[in-house]
Protein backbone atom coordinates (compact mmCIF):
# COMPACT_ATOMS: atom_id res chain seq x y z
CA UNK A 1 0.00 0.00 0.00
CA UNK A 2 1.27 3.56 -0.17
CA UNK A 3 1.73 5.46 2.43
CA UNK A 4 2.39 8.11 0.80
CA UNK A 5 1.90 11.66 0.27
CA UNK A 6 -1.47 12.41 1.87
CA UNK A 7 -0.16 11.83 5.68
CA UNK A 8 -0.75 8.64 6.98
CA UNK A 9 1.92 7.85 9.23
CA UNK A 10 0.32 5.01 11.24
CA UNK A 11 -2.20 2.26 10.35
CA UNK A 12 -4.23 0.92 13.14
CA UNK A 13 -6.75 -1.48 11.48
CA UNK A 14 -7.22 -3.62 14.63
CA UNK A 15 -10.38 -2.87 15.67
CA UNK A 16 -12.41 -2.95 12.18
CA UNK A 17 -13.10 -5.97 10.04
CA UNK A 18 -10.09 -7.91 10.85
CA UNK A 19 -11.12 -10.60 8.16
CA UNK A 20 -11.75 -7.89 5.72
CA UNK A 21 -8.09 -5.84 5.52
CA UNK A 22 -8.30 -6.53 1.80
CA UNK A 23 -11.75 -4.51 1.33
CA UNK A 24 -10.40 -1.58 4.04
CA UNK A 25 -7.25 -1.05 1.85
CA UNK A 26 -9.25 -0.70 -1.25
CA UNK A 27 -11.68 2.01 1.07
CA UNK A 28 -8.69 3.50 2.23
CA UNK A 29 -7.45 4.29 -1.38
CA UNK A 30 -10.39 5.46 -2.98
CA UNK A 31 -10.77 7.87 0.31
CA UNK A 32 -7.67 9.16 -0.14
CA UNK A 33 -8.55 10.45 -3.63
CA UNK A 34 -12.15 11.21 -2.67
CA UNK A 35 -11.94 15.00 -2.09
CA UNK A 36 -9.87 15.71 -5.56
CA UNK A 37 -12.76 13.71 -7.75
CA UNK A 38 -15.37 15.48 -5.93
CA UNK A 39 -16.68 12.37 -4.21
CA UNK A 40 -17.75 14.19 -1.07
CA UNK A 41 -20.47 15.74 -0.31
CA UNK A 42 -22.67 17.24 2.36
CA UNK A 43 -25.88 16.93 3.44
CA UNK A 44 -27.93 19.08 6.07
CA UNK A 45 -30.55 18.34 8.67
CA UNK A 46 -32.77 20.67 10.21
CA UNK A 47 -32.07 21.54 14.47
CA UNK A 48 -35.71 22.43 15.62
CA UNK A 49 -36.73 24.23 18.83
CA UNK A 50 -38.85 22.00 20.79
CA UNK A 51 -41.77 24.34 21.59
CA UNK A 52 -41.57 26.09 17.94
CA UNK A 53 -40.60 23.82 15.98
CA UNK A 54 -39.32 26.63 13.81
CA UNK A 55 -36.11 25.61 12.16
CA UNK A 56 -33.00 27.01 14.07
CA UNK A 57 -30.22 25.11 12.63
CA UNK A 58 -28.59 22.27 10.55
CA UNK A 59 -26.22 19.81 11.36
CA UNK A 60 -23.89 18.99 8.09
CA UNK A 61 -23.32 15.58 7.86
CA UNK A 62 -21.00 13.99 5.39
CA UNK A 63 -21.64 12.12 2.64
CA UNK A 64 -19.41 10.20 0.19
CA UNK A 65 -20.61 8.73 -3.12
CA UNK A 66 -17.29 6.46 -4.45
CA UNK A 67 -17.08 5.64 -7.82
CA UNK A 68 -15.54 2.32 -6.91
CA UNK A 69 -17.74 1.40 -3.98
CA UNK A 70 -21.28 3.76 -4.29
CA UNK A 71 -22.66 5.32 -1.62
CA UNK A 72 -20.29 4.47 1.81
CA UNK A 73 -22.11 5.68 5.44
CA UNK A 74 -20.18 7.55 7.18
CA UNK A 75 -20.53 5.32 10.28
CA UNK A 76 -17.73 3.16 7.97
CA UNK A 77 -15.99 5.79 6.34
CA UNK A 78 -15.24 8.46 8.97
CA UNK A 79 -13.36 5.85 11.58
CA UNK A 80 -11.27 4.76 9.14
CA UNK A 81 -10.66 8.79 7.47
CA UNK A 82 -9.68 8.83 11.54
CA UNK A 83 -7.57 5.83 11.77
CA UNK A 84 -5.49 7.20 8.35
CA UNK A 85 -5.77 11.17 9.58
CA UNK A 86 -7.44 11.95 6.12
CA UNK A 87 -9.72 13.09 8.37
CA UNK A 88 -7.84 16.28 8.43
CA UNK A 89 -8.34 17.34 4.96
CA UNK A 90 -11.87 15.93 4.74
CA UNK A 91 -12.93 17.82 7.96
CA UNK A 92 -11.27 21.15 6.53
CA UNK A 93 -13.34 20.63 3.70
CA UNK A 94 -16.32 19.89 5.50
CA UNK A 95 -15.62 23.19 7.95
CA UNK A 96 -15.49 25.34 4.59
CA UNK A 97 -18.13 24.18 2.60
CA UNK A 98 -20.58 24.14 5.95
CA UNK A 99 -19.55 27.42 6.61
CA UNK A 100 -20.53 28.61 2.56
CA UNK A 101 -23.89 27.07 2.57
CA UNK A 102 -24.86 28.84 6.01
CA UNK A 103 -23.45 31.89 4.76
CA UNK A 104 -24.95 32.33 1.43
CA UNK A 105 -28.53 30.94 2.03
CA UNK A 106 -30.21 30.99 5.31
CA UNK A 107 -31.34 33.26 7.34
CA UNK A 108 -29.28 35.04 9.33
CA UNK A 109 -30.26 33.71 13.15
CA UNK A 110 -29.88 29.73 11.45
CA UNK A 111 -26.68 27.59 13.28
CA UNK A 112 -24.80 25.21 11.38
CA UNK A 113 -23.07 22.49 13.18
CA UNK A 114 -20.57 20.75 12.01
CA UNK A 115 -18.87 17.47 13.58
CA UNK A 116 -15.15 17.63 14.24
CA UNK A 117 -12.93 14.46 15.23
CA UNK A 118 -10.70 14.33 17.61
CA UNK A 119 -7.66 13.96 15.12
CA UNK A 120 -8.80 17.64 13.97
CA UNK A 121 -9.02 19.06 16.83
CA UNK A 122 -5.30 18.54 18.29
CA UNK A 123 -3.79 19.47 15.13
CA UNK A 124 -2.13 22.68 15.92
CA UNK A 125 -3.88 24.37 12.89
CA UNK A 126 -7.55 23.58 14.19
CA UNK A 127 -8.01 27.62 15.34
CA UNK A 128 -6.90 28.44 11.99
CA UNK A 129 -8.87 26.67 9.62
CA UNK A 130 -11.70 27.83 11.82
CA UNK A 131 -10.77 31.16 11.46
CA UNK A 132 -10.41 30.78 7.91
CA UNK A 133 -13.14 28.64 7.12
CA UNK A 134 -15.01 32.30 8.85
CA UNK A 135 -13.33 34.70 6.73
CA UNK A 136 -13.38 33.14 3.19
CA UNK A 137 -17.44 32.49 4.15
CA UNK A 138 -18.35 35.69 5.80
CA UNK A 139 -20.05 33.63 8.44
CA UNK A 140 -20.93 35.63 11.90
CA UNK A 141 -18.80 33.08 13.91
CA UNK A 142 -21.69 33.27 16.57
CA UNK A 143 -23.91 31.38 13.65
CA UNK A 144 -21.18 28.10 13.64
CA UNK A 145 -21.59 25.42 16.56
CA UNK A 146 -19.26 22.81 16.88
CA UNK A 147 -19.48 19.03 17.66
CA UNK A 148 -17.45 16.93 19.47
CA UNK A 149 -17.80 13.86 21.30
CA UNK A 150 -16.40 12.73 24.67
CA UNK A 151 -14.06 11.00 23.07
CA UNK A 152 -12.22 13.88 22.97
CA UNK A 153 -10.85 13.78 26.13
CA UNK A 154 -9.51 10.47 26.16
CA UNK A 155 -6.30 11.40 24.65
CA UNK A 156 -4.70 15.06 24.72
CA UNK A 157 -7.65 16.48 27.03
CA UNK A 158 -6.10 20.05 27.79
CA UNK A 159 -4.95 19.98 23.93
CA UNK A 160 -8.36 19.69 23.03
CA UNK A 161 -10.02 21.75 25.53
CA UNK A 162 -7.44 24.98 24.31
CA UNK A 163 -8.82 24.45 20.80
CA UNK A 164 -12.09 24.68 21.79
CA UNK A 165 -11.74 27.54 23.65
CA UNK A 166 -9.87 29.42 21.04
CA UNK A 167 -12.77 28.80 19.08
CA UNK A 168 -15.55 29.81 21.93
CA UNK A 169 -12.88 33.37 22.28
CA UNK A 170 -14.19 33.65 18.51
CA UNK A 171 -17.54 33.78 19.33
CA UNK A 172 -18.44 29.74 17.93
CA UNK A 173 -19.87 27.37 20.60
CA UNK A 174 -19.47 23.33 21.26
CA UNK A 175 -21.77 21.20 21.65
CA UNK A 176 -21.42 17.91 23.34
CA UNK A 177 -22.47 15.70 21.09
CA UNK A 178 -23.35 11.35 21.83
CA UNK A 179 -23.72 12.58 25.14
CA UNK A 180 -24.15 9.53 27.68
CA UNK A 181 -22.63 6.96 25.17
CA UNK A 182 -19.36 7.25 25.27
CA UNK A 183 -16.92 6.97 28.19
CA UNK A 184 -17.81 9.63 30.35
CA UNK A 185 -16.46 11.46 33.29
CA UNK A 186 -18.60 14.41 34.21
CA UNK A 187 -15.10 16.19 35.16
CA UNK A 188 -14.95 18.38 32.14
CA UNK A 189 -18.22 20.15 32.20
CA UNK A 190 -16.93 22.12 34.80
CA UNK A 191 -13.67 23.04 32.89
CA UNK A 192 -15.50 23.80 29.20
CA UNK A 193 -18.65 25.84 28.47
CA UNK A 194 -20.53 23.86 26.00
CA UNK A 195 -23.48 25.59 24.88
CA UNK A 196 -25.12 22.34 24.34
CA UNK A 197 -25.52 18.99 25.11
CA UNK A 198 -26.96 16.61 22.61
CA UNK A 199 -28.65 13.99 24.02
CA UNK A 200 -28.58 10.49 22.49
CA UNK A 201 -31.17 8.57 21.02
CA UNK A 202 -30.68 5.87 22.46
CA UNK A 203 -32.45 7.72 25.78
CA UNK A 204 -34.15 9.46 23.14
CA UNK A 205 -35.63 5.92 22.17
CA UNK A 206 -36.03 4.43 26.03
CA UNK A 207 -37.61 7.63 27.20
CA UNK A 208 -40.85 6.93 24.41
CA UNK A 209 -41.22 3.85 25.67
CA UNK A 210 -41.65 4.64 29.05
CA UNK A 211 -37.70 3.23 30.12
CA UNK A 212 -37.82 4.49 33.72
CA UNK A 213 -33.80 4.49 33.42
CA UNK A 214 -33.64 6.63 29.76
CA UNK A 215 -36.44 8.67 31.37
CA UNK A 216 -34.48 9.46 34.59
CA UNK A 217 -31.28 10.04 32.73
CA UNK A 218 -33.11 12.69 30.48
CA UNK A 219 -34.38 14.18 33.66
CA UNK A 220 -31.01 14.33 35.29
CA UNK A 221 -29.09 15.64 32.00
CA UNK A 222 -32.15 18.36 30.80
CA UNK A 223 -31.19 19.66 35.16
CA UNK A 224 -27.82 19.59 35.23
CA UNK A 225 -27.23 21.27 31.30
CA UNK A 226 -29.89 23.63 32.95
CA UNK A 227 -28.17 24.42 35.90
CA UNK A 228 -24.92 24.76 33.85
CA UNK A 229 -26.25 27.35 31.64
CA UNK A 230 -26.47 25.00 28.87
CA UNK A 231 -29.19 23.76 26.36
CA UNK A 232 -29.94 20.06 25.19
CA UNK A 233 -30.89 19.00 21.90
CA UNK A 234 -32.56 15.70 21.94
CA UNK A 235 -30.96 13.86 18.92
CA UNK A 236 -33.04 11.00 16.31
CA UNK A 237 -36.29 11.58 17.49
CA UNK A 238 -38.24 9.78 14.82
CA UNK A 239 -42.14 10.10 15.16
CA UNK A 240 -44.39 11.69 17.62
CA UNK A 241 -44.65 10.30 20.94
CA UNK A 242 -40.89 10.52 20.97
CA UNK A 243 -41.34 14.40 20.02
CA UNK A 244 -44.05 14.78 22.95
CA UNK A 245 -42.23 12.84 25.46
CA UNK A 246 -39.09 15.06 25.09
CA UNK A 247 -40.99 18.15 24.92
CA UNK A 248 -42.50 17.22 28.17
CA UNK A 249 -39.07 16.50 29.34
CA UNK A 250 -38.08 19.57 28.58
CA UNK A 251 -34.89 19.45 25.79
CA UNK A 252 -34.57 22.73 24.24
CA UNK A 253 -34.07 21.42 20.63
CA UNK A 254 -35.12 18.50 18.67
CA UNK A 255 -33.48 16.88 16.01
CA UNK A 256 -34.53 13.87 13.84
CA UNK A 257 -36.17 11.88 10.81
CA UNK A 258 -39.88 13.09 12.33
CA UNK A 259 -38.76 16.80 11.50
CA UNK A 260 -36.55 16.02 8.48
CA UNK A 261 -34.02 13.96 7.62
CA UNK A 262 -30.51 14.70 6.64
CA UNK A 263 -30.99 16.50 2.92
CA UNK A 264 -28.91 17.86 -0.07
CA UNK A 265 -28.21 21.64 0.27
CA UNK A 266 -30.88 23.17 -2.31
CA UNK A 267 -33.70 21.29 -0.61
CA UNK A 268 -32.38 22.50 2.84
CA UNK A 269 -32.42 26.36 1.15
CA UNK A 270 -36.34 25.22 0.07
CA UNK A 271 -37.40 25.31 4.13
CA UNK A 272 -36.46 29.00 4.01
CA UNK A 273 -38.09 29.72 0.41
CA UNK A 274 -35.07 30.48 -1.22
CA UNK A 275 -34.50 27.66 -4.08
CA UNK A 276 -31.38 29.66 -5.25
CA UNK A 277 -29.37 30.45 -2.64
CA UNK A 278 -27.68 33.60 -3.14
CA UNK A 279 -29.43 36.47 -4.59
CA UNK A 280 -32.69 37.25 -2.86
CA UNK A 281 -30.59 35.74 0.42
CA UNK A 282 -30.80 39.18 1.91
CA UNK A 283 -33.60 42.01 2.12
CA UNK A 284 -32.31 45.06 3.33
P1 LIG B 1 -23.84 12.28 14.71
O1 LIG B 1 -23.00 13.49 14.69
O2 LIG B 1 -24.37 11.84 16.03
O3 LIG B 1 -24.98 12.54 13.66
C1 LIG B 1 -26.30 12.09 13.81
C2 LIG B 1 -26.52 10.82 13.03
O4 LIG B 1 -27.84 10.34 13.31
C3 LIG B 1 -26.49 11.03 11.52
O5 LIG B 1 -25.99 9.82 10.93
C4 LIG B 1 -27.96 11.20 11.18
O6 LIG B 1 -28.28 10.88 9.84
C5 LIG B 1 -28.58 10.21 12.13
N1 LIG B 1 -29.97 10.53 12.43
C6 LIG B 1 -30.55 11.74 12.45
N2 LIG B 1 -31.85 11.66 12.80
C7 LIG B 1 -32.09 10.34 13.03
C8 LIG B 1 -33.29 9.62 13.43
O7 LIG B 1 -34.36 10.16 13.64
N3 LIG B 1 -33.13 8.26 13.56
C9 LIG B 1 -31.95 7.62 13.34
N4 LIG B 1 -31.92 6.30 13.49
N5 LIG B 1 -30.83 8.28 12.95
C10 LIG B 1 -30.90 9.62 12.81
P2 LIG B 1 -24.91 9.85 9.78
O8 LIG B 1 -25.15 10.99 8.86
O9 LIG B 1 -24.84 8.47 9.22
O10 LIG B 1 -23.56 10.17 10.55
C11 LIG B 1 -23.05 9.26 11.49
C12 LIG B 1 -21.94 9.87 12.28
O11 LIG B 1 -20.81 10.13 11.44
C13 LIG B 1 -22.28 11.21 12.93
O12 LIG B 1 -23.02 11.02 14.09
C14 LIG B 1 -20.89 11.76 13.17
O13 LIG B 1 -20.34 11.19 14.33
C15 LIG B 1 -20.12 11.23 11.97
N6 LIG B 1 -20.02 12.30 10.97
C16 LIG B 1 -20.89 12.66 9.99
N7 LIG B 1 -20.43 13.71 9.28
C17 LIG B 1 -19.23 14.03 9.82
C18 LIG B 1 -18.23 15.03 9.53
O14 LIG B 1 -18.37 15.88 8.64
N8 LIG B 1 -17.10 15.01 10.30
C19 LIG B 1 -16.90 14.12 11.31
N9 LIG B 1 -15.78 14.18 12.00
N10 LIG B 1 -17.82 13.17 11.62
C20 LIG B 1 -18.97 13.13 10.88
MG1 LIG C 1 -23.19 15.33 15.44
MG1 LIG D 1 -24.96 12.81 17.59
MG1 LIG E 1 -25.71 9.98 17.88
Known amino acids: RAKDAGGGEHCDYEP ?3 ANA ?7 NSL ?23 VVGFEALVRWNSSEHGSVSPAKFIPLAEDTRLIVPIGTWVLQQACNEAA ?3 PENVKINVNVSPEQLLEPEFATT ?3 ALSQSGLDPK ?22 EQCMALGCSVALDDFGTGYSSLGYLRKLKFSTIKVDRIFVQGAAQHSPESLAIIRAVVAMADSLGMTTTAEGVENDDEAE ?9 IQGFHFGRPMPAADARLIFGRPHGG ?3 KKA
Request: aromatic share 4%.
Open 16 to 18: LLH
Open 22 to 28: EEKRRLE
Open 32 to 54: RSALEKNELLLHYQPVVDAKTEE
Open 104 to 106: ASW
Open 130 to 132: VVR
Open 143 to 164: RLEIEVTESIFLRDASIARKAL
Open 245 to 253: MIRQLGCTK
Open 279 to 281: PER
